[in-house]
Every structure is written in C-alpha cells, then in structure tokens.
C-alpha cells in the first residue's frame, strides 16, 4: 500500500487584530433626543441608555441606530416601560457591563461579578472614574438641562480586554 501525499497550502497570515467596539451611552433624555445627541451616536456598535427614557419613541430612534440596552430610571412609567429591567449584566466583546439608573442602587460587588465597567445616569452629572478596577461612568443628561449642569453623553471604546470611557458635552 502507497502512502498518500498531503499538499498542503499556505493560507496567509493569521489576522491577529482585535476590532475596536464604540458603545453610545446616553442617560435621562426625559422624552427628548436631540439632534446633535443623535449624530454623536451615529456608527456605534451598540448603544446602552442608562434610564429615565421617558417614551418608547426614544427607543425606537436608538435602535434605528445600533443594538440598543437600556435599562428603567425612576421616571420611567406606563406600560411601555413594563418591558424595561431595573438592571442589565451585557456582554460586549471581552467586557462586562452592568447598568442601572440610579448608583445608589447599585446591588452586586461588581469586582466579585467580573464586572469590569458599571453604566449609571439619574444625577444628570458626568462622571468617568475607575474604583478597585472597575470603571464606573455616567454619561450625564442629554436631555432637558438640569440647573448648571451640562448636556452630555458617553462612549465606551472596547478593544479587546480594554475598555475606555469619555464623556461628550453637546451644545443645546
């Protein structure tokens, strides 16, 4: 019995790249989406809403977008709402997301979750700020303003196992 030859052909280079995700992150639109909100939004790969949405259409607008999570805030009723958890645990490429409205509620240890970036809004206040290695942030309100504060949003840029947050003010 001869044995038979095996040709085997070079298939190129492995592509050992990681894609970069962009995640929108808006909070506390109160019923409203600005243009210049949705604009900044524009070419996320996913889009997580940290609450007080106030109305499905907003919703609808986000998705026309990208995936889009969002989670219940306090203002949040009807029963277009009814469909909303309290809290989300998402996965998006190697990092996991916990989001809740408001961060006083916060209700896991998201070290000991293997939470690496928790999503919050409610205070309308901007925040990005790492704690025990996990990145907490809140985009701040990118709807109706709020005494002084700004009118802002939030992107998470995933690659790989590292994530980084910043936080956009929009003009009114």
């Given at each position: 019995?001869?044995?038979?030859?095996?040709?085997?052909?070079?298939?190129?280079?492995?592509?050992?790249?990681?894609?970069?995700?962009?995640?929108?992150l808006?909070?506390?639109?109160?019923?409203?989406?600005?243009?210049?909100?949705?604009?900044y939004?524009?070419?996320?790969?996913?889009?997580?809403h940290?609450?007080?949405?106030?109305?499905?259409?907003?919703?609808?607008?986000?998705?026309?977008?990208?995936?889009?999570?969002?989670?219940?805030?306090?203002?949040?009723?009807?029963?277009?709402?009814?469909?909303?958890?309290?809290?989300?645990?998402?996965?998006?490429?190697?990092?996991?997301?916990?989001?809740?409205?408001?961060?006083?509620?916060?209700?896991?240890?998201p070290?000991?979750?293997?939470?690496?970036?928790?999503?919050?809004?409610?205070?309308?206040?901007?925040?990005?700020?790492?704690?025990?290695?996990?990145?907490?942030?809140?985009?701040?309100?990118?709807?109706?303003?709020?005494?002084?504060?700004?009118?802002?949003?939030?992107?998470?840029?995933?690659?790989?196992?590292?994530?980084?947050a910043?936080?956009?003010?929009?003009?009114?």
């Amino acid at each position: 019995m001869k044995g038979a030859a095996i040709n085997v052909e070079p298939v190129g280079e492995e592509d050992t790249t990681i894609r970069e995700l962009r995640i929108g992150l808006i909070s506390d639109t109160h019923n409203l989406l600005r243009p210049a909100a949705l604009a900044y939004l524009q070419g996320c790969d996913h889009i997580v809403h940290a609450g007080d949405i106030m109305g499905a259409e907003i919703l609808e607008q986000l998705v026309k977008i990208a995936p889009t999570t969002a989670v219940c805030g306090n203002n949040d009723l009807g029963s277009w709402a009814q469909a909303l958890a309290e809290t989300e645990l998402i996965r998006l490429g190697e990092i996991h997301l916990y989001v809740l409205h408001d961060l006083a509620q916060l209700d896991i240890d998201p070290v000991g979750a293997g939470v690496q970036v928790v999503v919050s809004g409610h205070t309308h206040r901007p925040l990005a700020e790492e704690r025990q290695g996990v990145l907490f942030v809140n985009p701040g309100s990118a709807g109706p303003r709020r005494f002084t504060l700004p009118i802002s949003l939030g992107e998470l840029r995933i690659r790989g196992t590292e994530v980084q947050a910043s936080i956009q003010q929009i003009n009114a």
